[in-house]
C-alpha cells in the first residue's frame, strides 16, 4: 500500500498580543449584555466593530444593524440603541434625545478621551489638526465633537506640508486611535518643523492595542514566508497591521476575513508564517485559521508575546446586573 506524503512542516509564529481589545470587547459585550437585559431587538447604529462575523452572530441573536436613527421604527422608540465602539458627532445623541430614543453609548473610553482632547484644545482657543483617514467613522465622530471648521483633517505628510493655518501659533493636534504608529510619527514630525508651537494632545492618541498589536507584528513578520492578518478591509487597524508587516520585512502579507479566503495553491513552498488579528477580529477566525493549515501542514504554534495586555473597560452602570457568561461570547471567542 502506498504511504500517503507526509505534510510538509509549519512554523506558525503567532502574535501575543492579537485581536479584540477591551473597547471592541466591550463594545460587543454591551449589544449582547442590553439583548439579554431587554430582549430583541436591540438597535446599533453602524457595524458594532468593523468584522462581519461579528455583526452576523450579533443579528443572529436579536441586534438590527442600522446606519441612521430614522431608520427605527416609530413604534420601537423604546427598544435600546446602541452606538458603535468607533464613537459618534455630537449631533447623534442630540438625535437620540430629540426623537425619546434611548440608546447606550458603545464609544471606546480611548476615542473619548481623544474627543476631549480635541475640545480642550478648541477651549485652549487652539485650532484643531486630526491626524486621521477622511470617511472613517472615529475621525467622523472626533470632528463632530466641534463646530464646523474647527477641525481640519491631516491625512498624509502632503498635507501636513501644504496646510495652510489662519494662525500658525495656535494649533493642536490629536490623532485617530488605530494609526500606524510610524506614519504618523512622520506627519507629527513634518507638522512640528513647520509649527513649533503646535501643542500635542496632553496623553498619546494611538491605542495602546494599536501600538501593541504593531509592535508585536513587527517582531514576528522577520523572516516569514507569509503574513495573515485577520481582519476586515474596512478595519483601519487591521489594514495597518499588513503594512506593518511587510514593511518589516515578511516576503508576502495578506488580510483575510476567514480561513476560505486564504490562496492555498499560491502559498504552497511556505515554511513560516506569521499570524495576527486587528483589534476587531474574534479569536474563533483565528482558531480557524491555524485548523485550515494544520490539515495541509505539519504545524507547530510558536506564541511570539511582545506584550501583556490587562486592560479592560466596564459596561455601563444600566447593563452591569445583567450576568455576562462565557457561553454568550463563545461566539466570538469560541469554547477552546
Ligand atoms: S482599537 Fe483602541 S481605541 Fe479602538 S476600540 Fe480598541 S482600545 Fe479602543
Do not use: D, M, S, T
Given at each position: 500500500m502506498p504511504q500517503p506524503s507526509p505534510k510538509p512542516p509549519l512554523t506558525?509564529?503567532?502574535?501575543?498580543?492579537?485581536?479584540?481589545?477591551?473597547?471592541?470587547?466591550?463594545?460587543?459585550?454591551?449589544?449582547?449584555?442590553?439583548?439579554?437585559?431587554?430582549?430583541?431587538?436591540?438597535?446599533?447604529?453602524?457595524?458594532?466593530?468593523?468584522?462581519?462575523?461579528?455583526?452576523?452572530?450579533?443579528?443572529?441573536?436579536?441586534a438590527v444593524f442600522i446606519e441612521e436613527l430614522h431608520e427605527i421604527p416609530d413604534d420601537h422608540h423604546h427598544c435600546p440603541v446602541v452606538f458603535s465602539a468607533h464613537g459618534v458627532p455630537k449631533s447623534v445623541p442630540a438625535d437620540a434625545v430629540a426623537r425619546n430614543l434611548f440608546y447606550l453609548d458603545a464609544t471606546c473610553p480611548l476615542v473619548s478621551k481623544v474627543h476631549k482632547q480635541a475640545m480642550r484644545h478648541q477651549r485652549l482657543g487652539r485650532h484643531v489638526l486630526l491626524i486621521g483617514h477622511a470617511g472613517h467613522p472615529e475621525v467622523i465622530g472626533t470632528m463632530g465633537q466641534l463646530p464646523e471648521g474647527a477641525v481640519t483633517l491631516i491625512e498624509t505628510e502632503a498635507d501636513a506640508k501644504t496646510f495652510v493655518p489662519d494662525d500658525p501659533a495656535t494649533l493642536g493636534f490629536v490623532t485617530q486611535t488605530t494609526l500606524s504608529v510610524e506614519d504618523t510619527a512622520g506627519i507629527i514630525r513634518v507638522l512640528q518643523e513647520r509649527f513649533p508651537e503646535m501643542q500635542a494632545a496632553a496623553a498619546e492618541s494611538i491605542c495602546y492595542a494599536t501600538t501593541n498589536r504593531q509592535e508585536a507584528v513587527k517582531e514576528t513578520a522577520v523572516g516569514a514566508d507569509l503574513f495573515l492578518v485577520v481582519g476586515a478591509p474596512n478595519s483601519s487597524n487591521s489594514r495597518r497591521l499588513v503594512e506593518v508587516a511587510e514593511r518589516a520585512g515578511a516576503a508576502r502579507s495578506l488580510l483575510v476575513q476567514r480561513a476560505a479566503e486564504i490562496p492555498w495553491d499560491e502559498i504552497g513552498g511556505i515554511s513560516v508564517l506569521g499570524l495576527s488579528a486587528g483589534a476587531s477580529a474574534p479569536e474563533i477566525i483565528v482558531d480557524e485559521i491555524i485548523d485550515a493549515f494544520r490539515e495541509r501542514f505539519d504545524v507547530s504554534v510558536d506564541l511570539a508575546v511582545t506584550a501583556t495586555e490587562t486592560e479592560e473597560f466596564p459596561v455601563m452602570r444600566a447593563l452591569r446586573d445583567v450576568e455576562l457568561t462565557a457561553a454568550d461570547m463563545a461566539f466570538v471567542n469560541g469554547t477552546r
Open positions: 506558525i509564529r503567532l502574535c501575543q498580543p492579537r485581536g479584540f481589545c477591551a473597547g471592541v470587547n466591550r463594545a460587543i459585550q454591551i449589544v449582547v449584555l442590553a439583548l439579554k437585559k431587554y430582549g430583541a431587538p436591540v438597535y446599533v447604529r453602524h457595524e458594532i466593530v468593523h468584522n462581519r462575523y461579528v455583526v452576523e452572530g450579533l443579528q443572529k441573536l436579536g
